[in-house]
């Protein structure tokens, strides 16, 4: 099992930066491929960012490319999301997701263990 903990998120205005992190309870966390999601009020949560358990493989959904990287460090069990030029539809509670195999997933559905998630405001 794996516990999961963001923290990062915040008020921004657009066009600027914030960076989420995720650190992850356990001392198998280079097991889990990992995942961001985001969800905004009255909409189904969508993915985001995701990397494999090594790090080697990274995927993102068109609508942050090019804006938001995921990064993992597996001697601080932790995975971050970089995101820069914040845009107006970017805000929404994001949350960390962890799959107990090296590959990751795309749906909400494919991941195991989730965070409590963290709140991100974008204001114009």
């Known amino acids: 099992q794996v516990q999961l903990v963001e923290s990062g998120g915040g008020l921004v205005q657009a066009g600027g930066s914030l960076r989420l992190s995720c650190a992850a309870s356990g001392r198998t966390f280079s097991t889990y491929a990992m995942g961001w999601f985001r969800q905004a009020p009255r909409k189904e949560r969508e993915f985001a960012a995701a990397?494999?358990?090594?790090?080697?493989?990274?995927y993102y959904a068109d609508s942050v490319k090019g804006r938001f990287t995921i990064a993992r460090d597996n001697a601080k069990n932790t995975v971050c999301l970089q995101m820069n030029s914040l845009k107006p539809e970017d805000p929404a509670v994001y949350y960390c997701?962890?799959?107990?195999?090296?590959?990751?997933?795309?749906?909400?559905?494919?991941?195991?263990?989730w965070g409590q998630g963290t709140q991100v405001i974008v204001s114009s």
């Open positions: 997701a962890a799959i107990h195999q090296w590959r990751f997933g795309v749906q909400a559905h494919d991941y195991d263990y």
């Open positions: 990397i494999s358990w090594s790090g080697g493989s990274t």
